[in-house]
């Protein structure tokens, strides 16, 4: 049992979770979206932006300066990426409450966008280092990102599964118990779930129905481009390459319905999501998987999104339902 | 009706300037005047009634003051001082408080959850502490529920009183309730009058929107009437009767010269025999409804909307789920009786039953606003021609003779529908469905939002359907509309049948009277 333990659960554990992070991330920020009403695919172009933005922060930064301030080196790549992310966030606000466009063919457009604004960026910032590779690489970034707890090395194998991740893994879990907290136990939490659940009931409550969308849904494309930074600063080891960021974006769209709409529930699903993400390595050595069974494997976390959407839809517990008013925007003299 | 003495204690009231004060209030949406001109006056320790038929503007009127809308003019004074009310959040500061007719509750919260929302108090946020607030009022006014109930396991007496405790438990002293009878059993309205009466003794000011008279005359105070968005006069309770309060909300007679011919070759076409169905909640709409459709004449339905109009033509076209009643067929081809329950939507229509639109979605149920009207017309006859290819001729044909034949004003038919007037999208509809010969045609509404000369080409258009001896159902809401152009007038109060006039001798203040009397449940009355 322990070798097959320490040689290969252990590591399968800890890509699973370094696999889940930005899962987590993107997935957190579009639960805090989706409790207002709003259902923002453009996740998977925000978060490809948060990471193209923490490439042009810490781009700049490392060009400009010989030694990288540690403090500096993660703040401007961080700060460029929750600008990147939330003025995604800000745009599909302004189109669909403000100009009431339709959510689903906003949040595709800006998944296209940001995609394409991504790669261009992406591109130029490639012409720039003029590498023989199309890479952008930031390893002096990356190697302030991936500092792990000191003390993670010293604890056998509880350290590396516990306390063996960049601080932006610890940040996905606390950003998650935090939103399951302020969701559930809060005043502010109460108001978000009624402004998804019954618009006009909350706005004869007297709340601010439109103020909450915008707060909710630029806070959560935030959070989400955190994710793409993680992958690219932590996952990615600062190497930055056009459409490298993959089917993440959607896996997360696709957790916050495995999940039920629960952040905290979330931390474990990215887990799973993560581990159904990397398994086919596993399996290919184990079982011999030809590439097409790979393949096969690989689809498992959508498959198993499908089931639970199967399953909540026949239970009809009212309790594991999306918020009611889930893609439906709010116009009060509607008549 | 009078159990106690309507007119309460004049010491109660505190101060001399009214609670709430209405002048001149007028909105209008788009080319509608829902509010024209409209004063209000409610004092302290009062109940005031609002009477009117539906689409009169009560709500609309209610929605002003509870900050829903802002009105386009006029004055709202609080205790003498002139104020503007932008949002709801600006009638909680007034200490209004509204309780709407569809619920304003969301379904997935508790009680107690649902009346703490939207409270910006800056205390902590304890639900166990409000709930014990919540649970005092309760007991003050005698109110009995369980607060950590959550919403979609409660009744719809409950979720009223969960509303009621929510503006208490804001301070309201102006308690605004629109039709809170309406989905009540009666003895769950004595409950709810009650509490209204111990709140009125506690010197708050009430305003109760209602079409039942009944009600007007047991809970109120005074009454205001209006009529079609004006104000028409408000009474003391204790110095009117039914009679005058009909002949109030109703309005004078106006004669609109509406031709109208004799009935020819009149044979009962269409049987309706205990319609009885239920909404998706169960509760029952329509409660055995009986009536009989004659060729050659206009059939008028009148009502108060949401009386189960919708629901019983929608039965008859196949599209309503019934849990009991036939309806009998008379077909003139064959001259078989045939039962309709047994046949789909689209077996029904070949048999020549036409249901006109209903207009909360005229565009929605009948047309498609984005498809030109040549693409409209397909909408009927697309099975039709060979191997699944479309022949676009007759549909073609067929719009420009509508177009031409009832004086559409539209640009072309390759126009999408979306892009006419109201009128001219009606006049394509009707002239869609009488185009396919029917036998009995069936129109709700179908004149709403029209101006007078549209109105009268739809006229036209039943009266010669009524001449080629088809049965025609018109459902109406102007009941001047229906004195002058049906030969019957079934009436139905809430999805009962309260009685059938004869429109040529009846008066308009008979209809209103039948339209607000709640009828014994089963009550089948016929023409003849």
């Not at chain 1, 939103?179 to 109460?190: H, S």
């Not at chain 2, 111990?198 to 047991?218: D, F, N, Y």
């Amino acid at each position: 049992m322990s070798a097959f333990f320490l040689t290969i659960f252990v590591p399968f554990f800890c890509r699973a979770v370094v696999q889940g992070v930005p899962l987590l991330f993107g997935a957190t920020g579009e639960i805090l979206t989706e409790k207002s009403g709003h259902l923002n695919l453009g996740i998977p172009g925000t978060m490809y932006m948060g990471a193209i933005g923490g490439v042009i922060g810490a781009f700049i930064y490392e060009q400009k300066v010989e030694n990288l301030n540690p403090f500096l080196g993660i703040m401007i790549p961080l700060l460029f990426s929750l600008l990147f992310s939330g003025l995604m966030g800000l745009l599909y606000c302004f189109l669909t409450v403000t100009l009431r466009a339709n959510q689903n063919v906003t949040g595709l457009a800006l998944t296209t966008f940001g995609v394409g604004c991504g790669n261009f960026f992406g591109g130029s910032l490639i012409k720039i280092t003029k590498a023989d590779v199309p890479n952008v690489i930031l390893t002096r970034t990356h190697n302030l990102f991936c500092k792990t707890l000191p003390f993670a090395s010293k604890l056998g194998w509880f350290g590396e599964m516990v306390f063996s991740y960049s601080f932006l893994a610890y940040l996905s879990v606390i950003i998650a118990v935090i939103a399951a907290f302020v969701l559930n136990k809060t005043r502010v939490g109460l108001h978000l779930r009624a402004v998804g659940e019954s618009p006009a009931t909350a706005d004869a409550a007297g709340i601010n129905v439109d103020r909450y969308k915008y707060v909710s849904t630029i806070v959560g494309s935030m959070i989400a481009g955190l994710g793409g930074l993680y992958y690219i600063m932590d996952y990615a080891c600062g190497v930055w390459s056009n459409d490298g960021f993959g089917d993440r974006g959607w896996l997360a769209v696709a957790l916050v319905i495995f999940t039920l709409w629960r952040p905290a529930l979330c931390i474990f699903g990215s887990f799973i999501f993560g581990g159904l993400y990397i398994i086919h390595n596993y399996l290919t050595q184990a079982l011999h998987l030809s590439f097409a069974s790979q393949e096969l494997v690989q689809m498992t976390p959508y498959v198993v999104t499908i089931l639970v959407l199967i399953a909540i839809s026949l239970r009809k517990k009212r309790e594991t339902q999306p918020p009611a008013h889930l893609g439906q925007n709010y116009f009060r003299e509607e008549r | 009706m009078k159990e106690e003495n309507p007119v309460s204690d004049p010491t109660k009231v505190t101060s001399n300037a009214p609670a709430i004060e209405l002048r001149g209030i007028t909105k209008t949406f788009g080319s509608v005047v829902a509010n024209n001109n409209v004063n209000l006056l409610v004092n302290r320790g009062e109940i005031l009634s609002i009477l009117g038929e539906n689409g009169s503007g009560k709500t609309t009127l209610m929605n002003m003051i509870s900050g829903i809308y802002f009105p386009d003019k006029g004055q709202i004074f609080i205790d003498g001082q002139e104020v503007l009310i932008r949002s709801p959040k600006d009638a909680f500061k007034y200490r209004i408080g509204m309780i709407h007719q569809h619920f304003k509750l969301v379904d997935l919260f508790t009680a107690t959850e649902n009346i703490v929302l939207g409270l910006e108090d800056g205390r902590k946020y304890d639900l166990a502490a409000y709930g014990k607030e919540i649970a005092a009022i309760c007991e003050q006014y005698g109110f009995v529920i369980d607060l950590n109930k959550k919403i979609y396991n409660m009744s719809v007496s409950e979720k009223q009183t969960v509303e009621i405790i929510k503006v208490l438990y804001r301070g309201a002293d102006i308690l605004i309730l629109d039709e809170p009878t309406a989905v009540l059993t009666p003895q769950e309205t004595e409950t709810l009058f009650a509490v209204l009466r111990r709140m009125r003794e506690a010197g708050k000011s009430i305003i109760i929107i209602t079409h039942k008279l009944h009600e007007v005359l047991s809970i109120s105070n005074r009454v205001s009437v209006l009529c079609k968005g004006q104000y028409i006069g408000t009474v003391n309770t204790a110095e009117t009767n039914e009679s005058e309060l009909t002949e109030m909300m109703v309005g004078k007679k106006i004669s609109l010269n509406i031709h109208r011919s004799e009935p020819k070759g009149v044979e009962d076409r269409l049987v309706v025999d205990n319609l009885r169905c239920v909404d998706r909640e169960g509760l029952p709409v329509l409660k055995g409804i009986s009536f009989t459709a004659k060729s050659g004449e206009i059939l008028g339905i009148a009502g108060i909307a949401g009386s189960g109009q919708r629901e019983l033509l929608e039965a008859i076209a196949g599209l309503q789920p019934l849990t009991e009643g036939t309806i009998t067929y008379n077909n003139p081809t064959s001259g078989k009786a045939e039962n309709l329950r047994d046949k789909t939507p689209t077996q029904i229509r070949e048999l020549g039953v036409r249901l006109s639109f209903v207009p909360e979605d005229r565009l929605g149920m009948g047309l498609v606003g984005n498809m030109d009207i040549v693409d409209n017309m397909m909408l009927r006859s697309y099975r039709k021609g060979p191997l699944g290819f479309l022949n676009r001729k007759p549909p073609a044909t067929l719009a420009d003779t509508i177009i031409s034949d009832l004086e559409v004003v539209t640009p072309s038919s390759k126009t999408p529908v979306r892009r006419l007037s109201g009128g001219n999208v009606q006049k394509v509809l009707v002239g869609r469905e009488i185009a396919s010969a029917p036998t009995v045609f069936m129109a709700a509404y179908p004149v709403r939002g029209l101006d007078i000369n549209s109105s009268f080409t739809i006229y036209n258009l039943l009266n010669e359907q009524k001449e080629k001896g088809v049965a025609v159902i018109f459902v109406g809401e102007d009941l001047d509309v229906l004195l002058e152009l049906c030969d019957r007038i079934l009436v139905i109060g809430s999805g009962a049948v309260t009685g059938v006039v004869d429109a040529r001798t009846v008066t308009k203040e008979q209809v209103g009277l039948l339209m607000t009397k709640t009828a014994q449940e089963g009550g089948t009355e016929d023409g003849e």
